[in-house]
């Protein structure tokens, strides 16, 4: 993913983007659309504000019942951008204790946001996902999916435990 922006034509009053990735431009294999992305980028003293949102669908596997579903996610970033030599004149960061926050670090100002980006969506991606919070799961003798019908197991279970 290649999206370049020149933070150093960048107009006083900042500039808006909005644009589409491909599919196959994120590359990211649970991505299923295209992502929208929308964006500001504004100078903020000798460095720049990203802020904004994408919006794309994943195609997950439930972790307990192996069902596929696909999630439509909207994710927020922000982050802010300074130049190589700004960092090396200054030697210090503008990070306050305990807040989390995003600094990149870009030279000949020009600022790459693909990998961002994809990294952003990579992060969003649920370690466990879930079709919902009461998915039952399988059987783990005859891998019935127990969302849809108790099988033989299962009962016999419940009555051993009675």
Known sequence: MDLKINVGNLPK???SHEFYLKEEDV???????DTFVNFEICKNGNSYDVKGFMD???SLICSRCLKEITRHKRKEFSLEVREK???????KSNRK???AENVYIVG??????????????????ALK????????GLCSVCGAN????????????EESLT
Do not use: Q
């Open 146 to 157: 127990l969302n849809e019908s108790a099988c033989e197991h299962v009962k016999l279970k």
């Open 129 to 136: 996902p879930l079709c919902s919070e009461e998915c039952k």
């Open 56 to 58: 794309y669908k994943l």
């Open 85 to 91: 030599v700004d960092c090396a004149v200054t030697g």
């Open 97 to 99: 204790t305990g807040e």
């Open 27 to 33: 590359a990211v294999k649970e991505v299923v659309s």
């Open 108 to 125: 000949n100002s020009c600022l790459d946001l693909g990998p961002f980006l994809r990294d952003e969506i990579i992060l969003s991606i």
């Open 13 to 15: 009053e900042g500039s």
